[in-house]
């Protein structure tokens, strides 16, 4: 097993390369969900509007 967390001498690499992917994921996950809310926020300003010219 310790051989295998080591990598072969490669480790630092090797899980900081882990370590980046996963902090980069959670990053684009966060953003997802912030633009999702702001999206969903303009759709229904928009739908607010259009009801208001319609009367």
Excluded: C, H, N
């Excluded at 882990?18 to 229904?44: D, I």
């Amino acid at each position: 097993m310790k051989e295998f967390i080591a990598m072969g001498g490669y480790a630092p690499y090797v899980w900081g390369s882990y370590l980046v992917m996963a902090g980069l994921l959670v990053v684009e996950m966060v953003q997802l969900r912030y633009r999702r809310r702001s999206l969903m926020g303009w759709l229904r300003r928009m739908a607010r509007l259009t009801d208001q010219e319609a009367k």
